[in-house]
């Protein structure tokens, strides 16, 4: 969320309460910072002394960018150092131990990246490692995007500050937008730096770690620069995949049946969360008059408050991990994030069926999808989540060019289609390197796509 760094938000889609150095040195951190530093250099802008309002805009966000995050590498100390030392507590040794076997089980379970990722642990003495800024015109579910280095244009914007995202935030609803601020306890930069685990994040129950891992890396898989629903729905395939199959191989019974309540609650607060947003886009939409368009959104999240209490009453039997969320003022900003997170969830899930459930022959399909145009990329992801509700009942679909066709008609419905493991298939004119025993990475020329496969 901060720049060209994709963060996780902490609170909608993670409702379950939470239980009570040295700086990275790698070649891309270097690269990376000289493209920040470069960045600040052209705006000509002073860096010290800015205060809060200059630090939530230009060169001094840029500049908390990049000290903020120095400032948690160079606290972050290697987790095998930390469980060597004999004057560790109990409960660190436990959390640190377990993230040590989640990270081994990313890689060997999950084909996710084996780096230096998650192998140090920084403690940052604060709830939040950073603040999240979203936002969405009044009468509009489309949120704001800013664009960046690296991470291209996204729908969020971070800080390492509370206080200077609040101060972005009053700036926004200045401007008449809806606007949201969400605590993160983790965020990814991509696989350009080594992200430690956090002291933010470590104490959740152990689904919620490894969940919180398992998103993180898979941006580290497929990313791509200006499409925050396709990459945040990927990563949440991902997650959610991943804590299935770690808690179907290490999760006690318990865990294993208070994950699918959680998951049945996290099911019906995003049908919940869909049916209103549908409503509000269709008031939206209409050709009333723009007064009667406020009076309509009102009555429809009057309606979805209501609807939630009798939820929480009724089946849930008093359960109240949301309330926190309904608890805030709501407006657009609320129910367009939730939707960036999972809208093309159920066309990834059945991307992940039709690769036999094999996790790197997964991320070799969403790779090619990831490195089509725009417009062919959604043309897909529509016509995919139109079947996964209408069965084969489509209207004809309009030509979405010769890429996609390729596509559609090279994987078909099967998971027996699919190419060998040591085969893989671009579907676009450009030329991209051939799948070696290591990591594949394929910049795609025409849309930025990042695209690692690890096997």
Known sequence: MIAWLKSRRAESLAPEPALAGRAAARNGSRRLLAILCGTLLITGCGLFGTGIGRLSEGAGYYWQTISGHLSILQRAEPVGELLAQGSLDARTRQRLELATRIRRFAVTDLSLPDNGSYTRFADIKQPFVTWGVVAAPELSLRLTQWCFPVAGCVTYRGYYSLEAAEAYASGLAGQGLDVQINGVPAYSTLGWLDDPLLSTFINYPDAEVARLVFHELAHQVVYVPGDSMFNESFATTVEQLGVERWLELNGTPEQRLGYRQQRLRRDAFLELLGRHRDKLAAVYASA?????????????????????????????????????????????????????????????????????????????????????????????????????????????????GPALRRLEEARGTGAQELPARDQVVHLRDEKVPSPSPGQIHAREQSTGATIRAYR
């Not at 084969?392 to 679909?397: I, K, M, R």
């Open 288 to 400: 009333i008059p723009d007064e009667e368009k406020r009076e309509g959104k009102r009555l429809v999240f009057d309606a979805l408050k209501t609807e939630y209490q009798q939820m929480r009453q009724g089946p849930w039997a008093g359960f109240a991990g949301y309330d926190r969320w309904f608890g805030r003022p709501l407006g657009n900003a609320h129910l367009g994030s939730v939707a960036t997170y999972t809208t093309w969830v159920p066309v990834f899930r059945q991307l992940f069926d039709e690769s036999g459930d094999d996790f790197a022959r997964f991320y070799l399909k969403v790779g090619e999808l990831a490195a089509l145009d725009r417009a062919e990329r959604q043309a897909f992801l529509v016509r995919r989540s139109d079947r996964l509700i209408d069965g084969d009942a489509l209207n004809p679909a309009p030509d979405r």
